[in-house]
Nanobody, 126 residues
Framework: VQLVESGGGPVQAGGSLNLSCIAYGYIVSPMCMAWFRQAPGKEREGVAAISTGADTTYYSDSVKGRFTISQDDDKNELYLQMDSLKPEDTAMYYC?????????????????????WGQGTQVTVS
């Protein structure tokens, strides 16, 4: 499985970006798909996750109400619509896949539960 992110870039505070992640290869569905981010000098943190099939979503408190995660089963694509961006949202954003059972409120944000990762797309908010 290969994950390829796109859509990052520089943006002014208050602006919006829409990240995309395409999954190539053999995909077991349903599954848990998520966005993580890592800022320089900080640990990787979960941003949002979605349980495919059920479309149940999870968000970190820091992005709730500003970011929206969605997915397209037919295209094996994952999206992250980011609105009202803040400088503290600056980070490398990664998409990741975990087995479906890890999409729960207690497990979705644990990065070691994910076995496939993309290379990331940089988001810089100034």
């Amino acid at each position: 499985v290969q994950l390829v992110e796109s859509g990052g870039g520089p943006v002014q505070a208050g602006g919006s970006l829409n990240l995309s992640c395409i999954a190539y290869g053999y995909i077991v569905s349903p599954m848990c798909m998520a966005w993580f981010r890592q800022a320089p000098g900080k640990e990787r943190e979960g941003v949002a996750a979605i349980s495919t099939g059920a479309d149940t979503t999870y968000y970190s408190d820091s992005v709730k109400g500003r970011f929206t995660i969605s997915q397209d089963d037919d295209k094996n694509e994952l999206y992250l619509q980011m609105d009202s961006l803040k400088p503290e949202d600056t980070a490398m954003y990664y998409c990741a896949i975990a087995p479906w059972g890890y999409c729960s409120s207690r497990k979705w944000a644990i990065d070691t539960n994910y076995n496939h990762w993309g290379q990331g797309t940089q988001v810089t908010v100034s």
